[in-house]
């Protein structure tokens, strides 16, 4: 019996290049290869006759090769071959399969052959076609039993691996293996009696039935959910069982900081502070998570956060993911907290302020403000009691840890003005408490959003003049910094002497990642004191740049950004108290592509327009790189399946609140879950 941590190489009837084939799919041994779960199955049980007109979607359909050729237009080749219904219907019309500059296909079809299509039929005048359609080639009847005449899996592949080959490797190994060892333990409350143990690998490929595979599908989607959760779960228990420190002061600090600002908290603000400082009190470290809308109030929350941090006797440290931010913030901490008679350092890759360096004496800065520096080795904290995250979305878990794993644990606070769907909070930031300011400051200025075609550019000129000769600025953004040749996309430094001259008198300027640190700095701070008039640039200002004079962001070639990072862009302006305007210009005509600028037009709300963003591109590129943190699921799919995240979640959260060591002889088979599930969950991020 074949064990499921058997590798390939231990299967002598599998060749060689097979077995090379399968590494580029990550499939090492029996395990790999049990969970390469299909991508969808065909119900090959019965194949539909053949269609009279075009289809609305996919169909599989089963016919006789009549004829083929082999076409030459320009420089293409087309290969064509004519598929007949094998029991000839009066009505059936014949269908053409075509495939366009895959010319080992016509090595593999030829007339005679029976063959398995799938694909959407279309019409062109009076032909039926299925352009570039999968296919198999029916070689004997002995292959109906695994490949036909059942509901049959279609696999993710690979050069060097057909369908074919795939699905009779995977149907050996499940006659030959131990295919219980390979399953994941469930608690009774995620039990749904779908099948034997041990049964839901053999089913997840080879269902007996629709509802059968609805079943199982479930189970192994529990299983995965389940496992991550475990994880989560298990750090949330380990964070709050941590020696941590705490912070009970009396809040004076925060109370003159409060008094000092020019606005009132909102109720939410209020409610927000609350529950950090709740947090702060307790022994246990804080492990919190704060999110708003951009310009919701985020920043003072988290430097009344500090305050209580520092009048506690300890040094707060808020961490930000570029320089321009980090220095932003520490231009305002400087602004609102010296006055308050507080120390404030900085420390960046390129700058660092001469009041950093003594920071294990008794002169230590009380504040010190940073990029992804402050995890350098050389950087020490001598009492560090808050560690304050911006942007997390931009970090990665392990730099996270990394700045907080000391003891005693400062508490930590992690903060994202990109609003994240629930199911996403319970997957990436499943072991913090969340709190979500979730209303706007008062007097906050409106934003007008408006889409405009590429031909539209006048139109947005001249809203750009009268707005800088009404003594207001601007931004002009690209996606990228210069032109490409793959990609159809105006670039900033391409397109920055043109808005020199659209502009004049008008002071422009032009701002990318790859300015000089020194130069980036020099370049905001025109910017800022309004000296430069419209800055243009790429999304390096995408996060944190607070210019309250700006009233109009123009993105071109805005089709290339996702929701969220216009909705980032976007909030750029309206931070005074200006009407303003977001104009998003795009060359594209497609209803996909104006139906997603659309909602732009018609919300400001950043939560639903994460809704709307997470429905368009899914839960790894809404957070913007792999840094997110997320796991890598086999089946289960976070927008699909959150139900059953929701409850593979609260059955893991009951285990271990119940069992916080998984001690009890009942749990003690998940704690393999933990150790599995670690690395893994950590793998994604540097």
Known sequence: MIEPETSLEELSWIPRPRITALRRLHVANVRDLLTHYPRRHEDRREFAGFPRDETAGPVCLCGEVTKTRLMR???????????????????????????????????????????????????????????????????????????????????????????????SLIYRVLEESNVAGADVPLPVQLQNGACLKGEALRHIHFPESEAQLRAVREKLVLSEFFGMQMQVAWQHAQNAMRSGQRHAARGDLVERFIRSLPFAFTPAQKRVLSEIRSDMERGAPMNRLLQGDVGSGKTVIAIAAMLLAVESGGQAALMAPTQILAEQHYDVLCRWLVPLGLSIALRTAARQDESFFPLLNGDAPQIIVGTHAL????????????????????????????????????????????????????????????????????????????????????????????????????????????????????????????????????????????????????????????????????????????????????????????????????????????????????????????????????????????????????????????????????????????????????????????????????????????????????????
């Open 375 to 686: 995890l350098y080795d050389s950087v020490e904290f001598s009492r560090l009691g808050l560690a304050v995250v911006d942007e997390q979305h931009k970090f990665g878990v392990s730099q996270r840890a990394k700045l907080t794993a000391r003891e005693p644990a400062p508490d930590v606070l992690v903060m994202t003005a990109t609003p994240i769907p629930r199911t996403l909070t319970m997957t990436i930031y499943g072991d913090l408490d969340v709190s979500t300011i979730d209303e706007m400051p008062r007097g906050r200025g409106k934003i007008h959003t408006g889409v405009l075609g590429a031909g539209q550019i006048g139109e947005a000129v001249n809203l750009i003049r009268d707005e800088l000769k009404n003594g207001r600025q601007a931004y002009i953004v690209y996606p990228l910094i210069d032109e490409s040749e793959k990609l159809q996309s105006k670039a900033a430094a391409h397109e920055f002497s043109a808005w020199q001259e659209r502009l004049r008198p008008f002071t422009c300027e032009l701002l990318h990642g790859r300015v000089a640190p020194a130069e980036k700095q020099a370049i905001m701070e025109r910017f800022r004191a309004g000296e430069t008039r419209a800055l243009v640039s790429t999304t390096v200002i995408e996060v944190g740049v607070d210019v309250p004079n700006a009233t109009v962001m123009l993105i071109e070639n805005a089709e290339r950004f996702g929701l969220s990072q216009l909705h980032q862009l976007r909030g750029r302006t309206g931070r005074g108290a200006h009407v303003s305007h977001c104009l998003l210009l795009t060359a594209e005509k497609s209803p996909d592509t104006l139906a997603k600028l659309a909602v732009m037009e018609r919300t400001t709300d950043g939560f639903e327009i994460a809704e709307a963003d997470w429905e368009l591109r899914g839960p790894g590129d809404l957070l913007g790189t792999a840094q997110s943190g997320l796991p890598e699921f086999k089946l289960g799919d976070l927008k699909r399946d959150a139900a059953l995240m929701r409850r593979a979640r609260a059955a893991a959260v009951q285990i271990i609140e119940g069992d916080p060591l998984l001690e009890r002889p009942e749990n003690q088979r998940f704690r393999s879950l933990i150790v599995e599930r670690q690395e893994q969950l950590f793998s994604h991020v540097s």
């Open 73 to 167: 237009f320009g420089g293409r080749k087309i290969f064509e071959a004519v598929l007949e219904e094998e029991s000839a219907h009066a009505l059936s019309q014949p269908l053409t399969c075509r495939w366009f500059n895959l010319h080992y296909v016509q090595k593999m079809i030829a007339t005679g052959h029976r063959l398995v299509v799938f694909g959407k039929v279309k019409r062109k005048g009076a032909r039926l076609i299925l352009d570039h359609p999968e296919f198999e080639v029916i070689e004997n009847d002995d292959e109906l039993l695994i490949h036909f005449r059942r509901i049959t899996p279609i696999y993710p592949a690979t050069e060097g691996l057909s369908q074919r080959v795939l699905r």
